[in-house]
């Protein structure tokens, strides 16, 4: 199985990964970090998803440089992978990203606190949608909110 999440077929790397994950082999870890970082979309994800069973010091190093990911399900299996390891997640800065000086950084902190939805996210999204001085930050923080089925105050 290890061998064959270099398949040149991806859906061979797909299954590999996948019984890999449910196997939960210690010594398949090193392989499945390998394929998180060479992938990308879905078998990303699938690989950090898996990595979430290998509490191995490198491993959680990768979740914790993924968690920041630009992709948004590869930043949400991240987070998942850590909260399965027991790992404290990085929210704060996730958060803190919804204050950046940039306004187009607050768009993209955005997306990904909706995406997922850590605890704080509302009442974070919240303020965005109440007092940001960019006018496309507080539509899409209101947007969000109606996304995970809060209503925002004034909108």
Do not use: W, Y
Not at 38 to 50: H, K, S, T, Y
Not at 67 to 84: I, S, V
Not at 119 to 136: M, T, Y
């Amino acid at each position: 199985l290890v061998r064959a999440l270099n398949d040149s077929d991806s859906e061979v790397r797909r299954r590999a990964a996948f019984s890999l994950k449910r196997i939960r082999n210690p010594e398949s870890f090193p392989a499945l970090l390998a394929m998180a970082r060479r992938e990308r979309g879905a078998l990303r994800v699938l690989a950090i998803d898996a990595l979430g069973r290998f509490p191995e010091p490198p491993v959680i190093e990768f979740l914790k440089q993924a968690a920041t990911d630009r992709d948004c399900l590869a930043r949400a299996a991240a987070f998942d992978a850590l909260d399965n390891l027991g790992e404290p997640k990085p929210i704060d800065a996730l958060l803190a990203e919804l204050k950046d000086r940039e306004p187009k950084r607050r768009l993209q902190a955005i997306d990904h606190v909706v995406c997922i939805n850590p605890k704080g996210s509302v009442e974070a999204l919240r303020v965005v949608a109440e007092s940001d001085p960019d006018q496309a930050a507080r539509t899409a923080a209101a947007n969000g909110l109606k996304a995970l089925e809060l209503p925002a105050a004034g909108h």
